[in-house]
């Protein structure tokens, strides 16, 4: 009986229990027309190795000998089995959050490292102990403005991830922020002109990404001159964090936000995933979460201890940061593992190999009749392209011959529409692009 439904005679008693007669007087306030009324359409009984074998083939027919041309946020790169080794071991994987803190050496360690790794990448002086996700930590790097600026008008830019913009605007919906998109130039990157003629003496930030959701590079120093001279402060947001090994950090920006699941974390159908926020050292009382530091003991042993915790299981709500800040360790210790043991000349070989591969696929793509680039900004591995036909009916055809196509950009951007976004890491080889242009030219070929 220890995985089988409950028996009839204890169903009944569960009934009596809360006062109903039947499982129809319990249902009874769902309208019939809502009630399924038949048997669902499922295979069986099985055994549970029949059940696992289905499942399994089921599987395999979903990933099979599939190549995906997806990015947009949640990337597929290389990973190592050291990494999966030591984030399960038991000392790690059961003390994912340090309530305890100081007993649990480790942990504080590990955090520690992950917060001195982000440091060096974005070119800021510290770093956060991981948020949730890229999303919500862009989300608080603007509230964390707004605390430190006493601003609630907020400029973002519609280059933005669309789904960050969601997060943002549903927390501005009841915290008072006064949310702002700017849109973007014809070279797919924020328009220095827009972005004056919208600063005034009430934003508390500008928010961009960069490389943003085009794939284009944005000029950091440029605008963060530009945002500082209006006392505003410039949160610069990172959904591809392998960027960085190719690409100068925003050490300009006041506040960076980054999605760190490029670092060890496979996609898994979208998390979880670990959020990164980093910032100048004179924000740090109004940075979101927790920190790790180091100190000595009293036997002069280095030690490690929580030195900002700002969140509501720790400190009043009103004085309380932050309540997203779950901290994601076990998931920052992934990130961690994985760039020790790429160090950073592996960084950069494979940021070298993300741009190098990306080049070739957007010669390739654009050798294609009607097919051409729709912006002309620097890009890392991303790139948008413009094609002659919809876009939904070319994945269609990509997907016959087991390739996951581009990110359609109509519907985020109604004004994008035929446009698609393009994604190639190291894990493409060429010939998964020669295959790609073969079968987009075949798809553009088709009758309407």
């Known amino acids: 009986m220890r995985y089988l439904p409950k028996s009839p005679a204890e169903r009944q008693e569960m009934l009596s229990a809360i006062g109903a007669k039947s499982i129809e007087e319990l249902f009874s306030s769902i309208p019939e027309r809502y009630r399924l009324r038949e048997a669902l359409k499922l295979p069986g009984p099985l055994s549970e190795a029949e059940i696992i074998r289905y499942f399994s083939e089921r599987a395999g027919e979903n990933s099979r000998g599939y190549t995906s041309f997806r990015g947009a946020g949640v990337y597929n790169h290389l990973r ?9 071991r038991g000392e790690f994987l059961t003390s994912y959050t340090p309530y305890q803190a100081e007993i649990s050496q480790g942990t504080l360690q590990a955090i520690f490292e992950f917060q001195t790794l982000m440091c060096q990448l974005t070119g800021q002086e510290v770093a956060n102990a991981s948020m949730w996700d890229g999303s919500t930590a862009t989300t608080e790097a603007v509230l964390m403005a707004e605390r430190i600026t006493g601003r609630r008008r907020v400029l973002a830019a519609h280059s933005l991830h669309p789904e960050y913009r969601d997060v943002l605007r549903t927390y501005a ?4 922020l006064q949310v702002e998109e700017l849109p973007f130039s014809k070279s797919g990157t924020l328009d220095e002109k827009v972005l004056r003629s919208a600063l ?3 934003v508390a930030a500008v928010v961009v990404q960069s490389p943003n959701f085009f794939g284009c590079v944005e000029a950091v120093p440029a605008l963060a001159e530009i945002v500082r001279s209006a006392g505003a402060l410039l949160v610069v947001a990172i959904t591809e964090g392998v960027s960085l090994g190719a690409l100068r950090p925003p050490a300009e920006a006041d506040i960076v936000a ?11 159908y979208g998390g979880p995933f670990v959020g990164v926020i980093a910032s100048r050292d004179k924000f740090v009382r109004q940075m979101p979460g927790r920190l790790a530091g180091q100190t000595t003991d009293l036997d002069g042993r280095r030690g490690f201890v929580l030195t900002l915790a700002t969140r509501e299981q720790h400190i009043r709500r009103e004085k309380a940061t932050s309540n997203i800040c779950t901290n994601q360790a076990l998931c920052a210790l992934a990130a961690t593992v994985h760039l020790t043991l790429l160090g950073k000349d592996g960084l950069r070989e494979m940021a070298q190999q993300n741009l190098s591969k990306a080049r070739f696929a957007l010669a390739e793509l654009t050798k294609i009749p009607g097919v051409r680039r729709a912006f002309d900004a620097p890009f890392f591995n991303e790139f948008t392209l413009e094609f002659p036909r919809s876009v939904k009916i070319i994945n269609a055809e990509l997907l016959r011959e087991k390739i996951v196509g581009p990110v359609v ?3 985020p951007y109604p004004e994008l529409t035929k446009h698609a976004l393009v994604c190639v890491t190291e894990t493409t080889t060429r010939t998964d692009i020669e295959k790609l242009a073969a079968a987009v030219e075949r798809a553009l070929q088709q009758p309407l």
Do not use: C, H, W
């Not at 919906?173 to 008072?176: F, P, T, V, Y």
């Open 409 to 411: 950009l109509g519907t």
């Open 200 to 202: 005034r003496d009430d």
């Open 173 to 176: 919906k009841n915290s008072g």
């Open 258 to 268: 980054m999605e760190g699941q490029s670092f060890g974390l496979p996609p898994s």
């Open 80 to 88: 190592s089995v050291v990494t999966d080794a030591i984030i399960q």
